[in-house]
């Protein structure tokens, strides 16, 4: 199935998941509105799709989502599918993690995606839209070094699941990709270990936007995911000793950095 000639928003554009959404999007005679911090990259995304309009805005201020909305308003009315992908991670001892780098990235990883909601239902209450949010398979698995993350992205799992035990959600699309080869990690830290496991984001994309197409609710690129957690109910120490072994990255990484 594919998603064809739809008025769509992609946040975190310029890079990753963002980045490959447009590249596999635009081949579909779609309307996209990129969405990024950083305007050098949008320009060069413009460059290489040049059908598609841009605006370059700090996502980690709730303002920049009302100006997405309002260009929404002047230029087409009304959007179809909105990608909330924007975020980031910080990878360190959730006790070296400042008050307000946590601040900022809840705001970006999970407030913002929730504000898109409410905002997609107040400017358009009588016409259809998907929000696809990027979720992390760490909403159902916590890595060592990923407090702050993890916790974003639960919290946007729960809020999703609440929503649709209130009643309703057939509009909401939450995807739970693993670690994907992007430059996810650099942004995260310096020389940061790789969570197993990984996953390139071609295909990533391509099965979010499958499951778009579908309708589903929930998307799980990584079929080695579903069975890890499959076999960890049959066999619980699985779990255990996976984390055990990311402690162990953990723990070589933070011993190097604090020796730099």
């Given amino acids: 199935m594919y998603i064809y000639n739809q008025n769509i928003v992609v946040t975190g554009a310029a890079s990753g998941i963002g980045k490959e959404l447009v590249c596999q999007l635009s081949a579909s005679n779609n309307h996209i509105l990129a969405v990024d911090i950083d ?24 303002e920049s989502l009302l100006e997405i909305f309002a260009w929404i308003h002047d230029h087409w009315k009304k959007v179809d599918i909105f990608f909330a ?12 993690l400042a008050a307000d780098d946590f601040e900022k990235l809840l705001r970006i990883n999970t407030l913002v995606p929730i504000e898109t909601a409410k905002q997609l239902f107040k400017n358009q209450p009588d016409y259809p839209f998907r929000l696809v949010i ?5 909403s159902f698995w916590h890595i060592p070094g990923y407090g702050a ?14 929503i649709r035990t209130e009643g309703g959600g057939d509009w909401l699309t939450l995807v739970y990709p693993i670690a994907t080869k992007t430059k996810f990690f650099e942004k995260a830290g310096s020389s940061i270990p790789k969570a197993f496991p990984v996953q390139s984001v071609e295909s990533v994309v391509k099965i979010m936007i499958r499951g778009v197409a579908k309708g589903k609710t929930r998307i799980f690129p990584s079929r080695t995911f579903r069975i890890i957690q499959l076999v960890n109910r049959i066999l619980p120490v699985f779990k255990p000793t996976y984390l055990k072994l990311e402690k162990n990255k953990f723990d070589n990484w933070t011993h190097k950095t604090k020796n730099l």
């Fill in 85 to 96: 992908n924007a975020g980031y991670a910080k990878y360190s001892s959730w006790k070296d």
């Fill in 134 to 138: 990027t979720a992390s398979a760490m």
């Fill in 39 to 62: 305007l050098e990259k949008l320009g060069e995304l413009k460059n290489n799709y040049p059908k598609i309009e841009f605006l370059c805005l700090d996502l980690t201020q709730i």
């Fill in 149 to 162: 993350y993890a916790a974003s992205k639960a919290g946007l799992h729960q809020f999703a699941e609440t």
